[in-house]
């Protein structure tokens, strides 16, 4: 009797059902918790006026303003080494203010204690042989014994020659910043390290250049973790938290600045 096709699918299903009811313990297997890092900061941010001397002297309608970023990151799942590294950025999409100066800058750190030195050990050995002979023939029995007294001399010795090499030790980035947007904007680089740890509190400072009569502005912060992730085989880059608000600006002691700062972050 010829089979109809339509009764395959059937058959199969029909077969998956009877080996699950024969296997009532059976349960699919637990995906593995991924890694997950949050980020938080202020939406407002208090700046001071820290403008040097001689800069106003220079520029009369400009003043140096600086704001520090408080940014916490805590991880909620997963293990905090698939974190490697998390980049902020801090710009002013506007332009109105532009980048004087930041900090932390670049710093390079190693995983060793201390520089690496290498000693190197030769030894040089010598020697030195005299001698001094001649012949005393003398007729012993009709025939000529020929006597030959020999002075012989030697001198050995060993020279050590220690050499030491000292080399710096290998460093990699742990902190990487600079500028973007045509300095307009700063970002910051941080890496995971023997010494830091990237869950925490950050304090991020930037100084801008503003109008003398500057009161308040407003910038975009942005936060991004990445890392490694291996699947099968592969390894594949992957982002484990990101963030991106607007951050209100306001001028230390100006009241006015201050609310309208907070009302712009309640918006």
Not at 87 to 99: G, H, I, P, Y
């Amino acid at each position: 009797m010829r089979r109809s096709a339509s009764s395959s699918p059937r058959l199969f299903a029909s077969t998956l059902l009877a080996l699950a009811a024969a296997c009532p313990s059976a349960a699919p297997l637990e995906a593995a918790e991924e890694t997950a890092l949050l980020f938080d900061f202020g939406r407002t941010l208090e700046c001071r006026d820290v403008t040097p001397p001689e800069f106003q002297e220079r520029y009369p309608d400009e003043r140096i303003i600086e704001c520090t970023l408080r940014l916490s990151a805590y991880l909620t799942s997963g293990a905090a080494s698939d974190v490697q590294s998390i980049r902020v950025e801090l710009s002013d999409a506007d332009r109105r203010l532009r980048v004087y100066s930041f900090s932390p800058a670049t710093r390079l750190e190693s995983d060793l204690a201390a520089d690496i030195e290498t000693t190197k050990t030769v030894e040089k050995s010598y020697s030195f042989e005299a001698s001094l002979g001649g012949e005393l023939p003398a007729p012993i029995g009709g025939v000529v014994a020929h006597l030959a007294p020999t002075l012989g001399g030697g001198k050995g010795g060993k020279e050590v020659v220690t050499e030491k090499l000292l080399r710096v030790a290998p460093k990699q980035p742990v902190i990487a910043s600079g500028t973007i947007n045509s300095e307009h904007g700063v970002f910051f680089v941080l890496r995971s390290s023997p010494t830091a740890s990237l869950e925490g509190v950050h304090e991020l400072t930037v100084q801008f250049r503003a109008p003398a009569a500057w009161r308040g502005d407003a910038i975009r912060v942005s936060c991004q973790a990445t890392g490694n992730q291996k699947v099968l085989w592969m390894t594949q880059q992957r982002v484990w938290g990101q963030k991106s608000q607007p951050v209100a600006l306001y001028l230390a002691g100006d009241t006015a600045a201050r609310r309208a700062a907070e009302r712009y972050a309640r918006q």
